[in-house]
C-alpha cells in the first residue's frame, strides 16, 4: 500500500514539473506569442493577399476547414488531461461543491454579461463575444496556476472534470440564454437575436463534442494498454503544445484574413482587455472570500478561487468562429482573452500567497 501511495506521489509530481516548464517556456510568453501571431496574419493579409483569399475559399457557411481542425486540435489536450475520477471525492462535502458551482456558472456568467453590458454595450460583437467567455469556466490552464499558487491539486482536478462535462451539457442552453433571451430584458436589441439554440448546439457538438469524446477514449484506451505513468509521464507532455500552437494558427489564419484591423488593434485590444480585467479580479477575491469564510483551509480556497476566475477562452473562440464567423468582432473578443488571462492571472497567483500568509499562516 505504501509503495503505491509512493508511486503516485512521484507520479504526481512528474505531472506537476512538467506543467512549470510548459508555463515557463511557452505559457509565461502567451501574451507574447499571440501579439506576434496577430501581426504575423496581418502580414500575409498585406503582403500575400492571394493565400489569404485561398484560405477564405476553403469555407462553407462560417466553417473554414483550416480554421475546424485547428479548432478542435486546440480543444484536445486540455480534455485529455481531465481525469474523470477525481470527481466522487468533491461530493464528500457538497456545502463547498455547492458554493463552488454557483460561483462558477451562476455568478460568472452574470457578472461577465452584467461587465459587457456596461463596457460595451456599442459594440454588440465584443459585448457577445465577452458573454460567450464568461459562460466557459476554465479547464485547462486552471491546474497550471492552482499548482503555482499550491492549491489542492485533487480538488482542482474534480472541477475540471465536473465543469468538463457540464460545458458539454449546458454550453449551448447558457449561450442561447445570455445571447438571445437576457439582452432584451436590458434594452439591448444584438443584430443577431433570431439565433438558433440549434445552430449554437451543432458548434458546441463539433468543436466541444469531438475533442471530449477523443479525450476520454484516450485518456482510458491509452491507460488501459500503457499504463497511468506512461500516459502522465509521455502522452500528456506530448500532446500539451498543440493547444498553444493551434491557438496561434487560428490567430494567424483570422489576421490574415482581415490585415485592415491593424487600425483599430490598440484600441479595441483595451476596451475588450478592462472588463477582462475587472472579471478576473472580483471573480478571485470574491472567490477567495466567500471560501475562506465558509471555513475551507487554504488549498481548497485557492483550487476554488482560480477555477471560478479563469475561463475556457479556447471553447469561446471555437464558438465564436463556428457561429459569427472567422471575421467576427467576437472571435476577436475571444483572442483578446488569453493574451489578458496570463499576466492577469500571474499577478493573482501572488495575491493568492498573501491570502495565504495574512489569513492561514497562524493556523
Known amino acids: 500500500m505504501d509503495k503505491t501511495i509512493q508511486h503516485h506521489a512521484a507520479l504526481l509530481e512528474v505531472v506537476v514539473v512538467n506543467m512549470k516548464k510548459q508555463l515557463k517556456f511557452l505559457d509565461r510568453f502567451l501574451t507574447l506569442w499571440i501579439f506576434l501571431a496577430m501581426f504575423a496574419g496581418i502580414g500575409i493579409g ?7 483569399s485561398r484560405i477564405e ?17 486546440m480543444m484536445y ?25 454557483f460561483i462558477t456558472w451562476v455568478i460568472g456568467p452574470f457578472l461577465m454579461f452584467c461587465l459587457a453590458l456596461i463596457f460595451l454595450k456599442d459594440h454588440p460583437d465584443y459585448m457577445s463575444g465577452l458573454i460567450l467567455i464568461g459562460i466557459a469556466p476554465c479547464i485547462a490552464m486552471v491546474i497550471v496556476w492552482n499548482e503555482l499558487a499550491e492549491g489542492n491539486r485533487e480538488y482542482t482536478a474534480g472541477l475540471v472534470g465536473i465543469n468538463s462535462i457540464l460545458q458539454v ?20 436589441t444584438l443584430p443577431y437575436s433570431e439565433i438558433a439554440m440549434s445552430d449554437i448546439a451543432k458548434t458546441v457538438g463539433i468543436y466541444l463534442g469531438i475533442p471530449f469524446l477523443a479525450g476520454v477514449i484516450s485518456r482510458y484506451a491509452l491507460i488501459k494498454y500503457k499504463g497511468e505513468d506512461w500516459y502522465n509521464r509521455k502522452y500528456i507532455p506530448l500532446i500539451s503544445p498543440i493547444t498553444l500552437i493551434a491557438l496561434l494558427f487560428t490567430i494567424v489564419l483570422m489576421f490574415s484574413m482581415k490585415g485592415q484591423m491593424i487600425v483599430t488593434i490598440p484600441g479595441d485590444v483595451l476596451l475588450i482587455a ?6 478576473f479580479a ?21 483550487a476554488i478561487s482560480f477555477t471560478a476566475s479563469g475561463n475556457n477562452f479556447e ?17 476577436f473578443a475571444g483572442v483578446i482573452g488569453p493574451l489578458v488571462e496570463v499576466p492577469a492571472l500571474i499577478a493573482l497567483v501572488n495575491l493568492a500567497f498573501y491570502y495565504r500568509k495574512k489569513y492561514y499562516s497562524k493556523k
Not at 46 to 52: D, E, M, N, R, V
Not at 61 to 67: D, I, Q, R
Not at 287 to 302: C, D, H, I, M
Open 46 to 52: 498585406y503582403l500575400f493577399p492571394a493565400i489569404s
Open 77 to 101: 489536450p486540455p480534455l485529455a488531461k481531465v481525469n474523470f475520477a477525481k470527481i466522487p471525492a468533491l461530493f464528500k462535502n457538497t456545502k463547498l461543491l455547492s458554493l463552488s458551482l
Open 282 to 302: 472580483i471573480m478571485f477575491i470574491g472567490t477567495f472570500y466567500l471560501v475562506r469564510k465558509s471555513g475551507a483551509a487554504y488549498p481548497e480556497s485557492a
Open 315 to 331: 471553447l469561446a473562440i471555437a464558438v465564436s468562429i463556428g457561429i459569427f464567423g472567422i471575421n467576427s468582432g467576437q472571435a
Open 169 to 188: 451539457l449546458f454550453f449551448s442552453a447558457y449561450a442561447y440564454f445570455y445571447l438571445v433571451i437576457m439582452p432584451p430584458l436590458f434594452g439591448i
Open 274 to 279: 478592462i472588463p477582462l480585467v475587472i472579471f
Open 57 to 73: 475559399s476553403l469555407s462553407t457557411g462560417s466553417t473554414n476547414t483550416p480554421m475546424a481542425i485547428g479548432l478542435i486540435l
